[in-house]
């Protein structure tokens, strides 16, 4: 009996010595599983952001570009020949009344620029909290030096520029299609001064 005792003490030691390597094990892959868990959010899906940021940006750019020409860029090319067949009005006129288009085209132009330039900054803002918090991870679950950079001053600087170029291109596209719009009425007045 007493031999019996002393195999299952050999065992529960040769046991425990297995048990304490799965342990390790076990504790690694923890903090792996921490470490993916707390990475994803933190800096997956502010890179995620980031792409989704500058794809907008890139659509929005070309749908703009190709609006703003369309419309203040057609009425432009269509007003010399349409005002020609409707109206005797002389040159000047004419001249005048392109003014609002090319006002509208300016505008429009100025509006997409800034529409890029905040989807661009809301891209690198991203990006910004996205290499941070990589470093802050790896530095809580591997020991790696943190390197955190302050990126206070930065940060705010992106947001503010982000709201800023939001309200210009707000602004902007709101004066492009008034500027179309008085275009159209200059268009109006002039055919219809003609006529009386």
């Known amino acids: 009996m007493a031999n019996l005792g002393g195999d299952a003490t050999k065992t529960d030691e040769k046991t425990s010595g297995k048990n304490q390597h799965w342990t390790d094990d076990d504790r690694l892959r923890r903090i792996r599983e921490m470490f993916l868990a707390e990475w994803w959010p933190t800096v997956r899906m502010a890179a995620g952001r980031a792409d989704d940021a500058r794809r907008h940006s890139v659509a929005y750019g070309t749908v703009g570009i190709q609006a703003a020409l369309v419309l203040n860029g057609g009425a ?16 000047a ?11 509208g085209i300016l505008a429009a132009g100025i509006s997409v620029l800034f529409a890029y330039l905040n989807f661009e900054w809301h891209a690198q803002l991203e990006d910004l909290r996205a290499d ?4 802050s991870i790896e530095h809580m679950y ?7 950079v302050d990126t206070t001053a930065k940060s705010k600087w992106y947001e503010s520029a982000i709201e800023r170029s939001q309200i210009t291109s707000v602004v902007c596209a709101i004066l492009g299609f008034l500027s179309f719009i008085a275009g159209a009425g200059l268009f109006i007045s002039i055919v219809l001064g003609s006529h009386s």
């Open 76 to 91: 432009l090319g269509a007003l010399p020949a349409t005002i020609g067949a409707l109206t005797s009005a002389p040159r």
């Open 93 to 103: 006129e004419l001249a005048y009344s392109a003014i609002p288009f090319v006002l």
């Open 132 to 135: 941070n918090g990589a470093r």
């Open 142 to 148: 591997y020991g790696a030096p943190a390197n955190l």
